[in-house]
């Protein structure tokens, strides 16, 4: 039995990485996870035991336990979620104010996922070097709200080298996500950064879902040796699934520090007495952009959640 990591799947086969070489692989019998009812039961991201045939090919025994996942909803109605990636050890999400430009809600929409699914997230506001003066104002301006919150953040610009040395070290060992509009330079950065300079603009993931790609399965990458890099469809559909209303603000970091400071503990932040959150917004010290993002994403997704 050999131990491999899953870089594509069709839904009948698997593409697996099995000491240094990939190894076409099927399902052996019914692969069950505890709690979540989905149509795929393996991803890209895996690792999986693998028993080798006579063949050069392979069959899936056991799916390892994962650190974290990232899923959609199905459109296929007899289930609830799609998984779309698996152990993601970071993803970066590219930051840019003006062509294209990365709205505050973009981003928290961003962040509020990869908080639900444990994913750490670094932002990434690159292009620097063709920032006007007020662009880079806009910017500091908006990094420093993350900052405070405790997001890592990045400057970079492949044209001056800024910031590339310290992604470069962020990617050395791990699987990972790049994403961010089309446009804000993911494939020449990731190129850049990488052993791989062939990746090719169409080839890395799109937040917006603006892409185009045309399947709704991830695939990886190298970068290098001991770096990968997961290649999703466009994420527009990415969400909450079965999603309780009093657990988004959970995902809102400096909302849920101050919890416990609230009259009541399943406190919504919307107009209940004695909250924490809206006392603190009120004294400046919640970013107003992030506060109306919650209340944006409540209403959508509680919208979602009643014609479901």
């Not at 799609?82 to 990365?102: E, G, H, K, M, Y």
């Not at 800024?162 to 070290?169: A, F, P, T, Y």
């Not at 052993?195 to 190298?222: L, Y």
């Amino acid at each position: 039995m050999k131990k491999g990591l899953v870089f594509k799947t069709t839904g009948k086969s698997y593409d697996v990485l099995i000491d240094g070489k990939i190894v076409v692989c099927s399902l052996r019998g019914k692969i069950r996870l505890q709690g979540l009812r989905t149509t795929n039961p393996i991803a890209a991201g895996d690792y999986v035991d693998v028993e080798m045939d006579s063949d050069g090919n392979g069959s899936i025994h056991r799916i390892h336990d994962r650190t974290n996942y990232i899923i959609r909803k199905s459109v296929n109605l007899s289930k609830e979620a799609q998984i779309i990636a698996a152990n993601i050890t970071r993803a970066f999400l590219l930051v840019t104010i003006d062509r294209p430009q990365t709205t505050p809600g973009f981003i928290d929409r961003f962040l509020v996922t990869a908080e639900a699914y444990r994913i750490p997230v670094t932002l990434v506001f690159h292009k620097w070097d063709v920032f006007s003066d007020e662009e880079k104002e806009k910017a500091i301006d908006l990094a420093s709200i993350y900052k405070s919150i405790g997001y890592e953040l990045l400057f970079t610009s492949i044209e001056t080298g800024q910031g590339l040395k310290e992604l470069k070290e962020l990617i050395e060992t791990g699987t990972f996500l790049f994403s961010g509009h089309s446009g804000v330079g993911k494939s020449s950065l990731v190129g850049k950064i990488s052993n791989n300079e062939d990746i090719r603009i169409g080839e890395i993931s799109d937040w917006s879902g603006k892409g185009q790609h045309t399947t709704t399965f991830a695939e990886i990458f190298p970068l290098s040796e001991t770096s990968f890099l997961i290649d999703t469809p466009g994420i527009k559909g990415f969400g909450l699934v079965n999603f309780e209303e009093e657990m988004l603000a959970n995902y809102f970091p400096e909302f849920l520090e101050l919890l416990p400071a609230c009259k009541f503990n399943n406190c919504k932040h919307i107009n209940e007495p004695k909250c924490a959150v809206l006392e603190a917004l009120s004294e400046g010290e919640i970013a107003e952009s992030r506060y109306m993002s919650y209340r944006s994403m409540l209403e959508s997704e509680t919208e979602k959640y009643r014609s479901s």
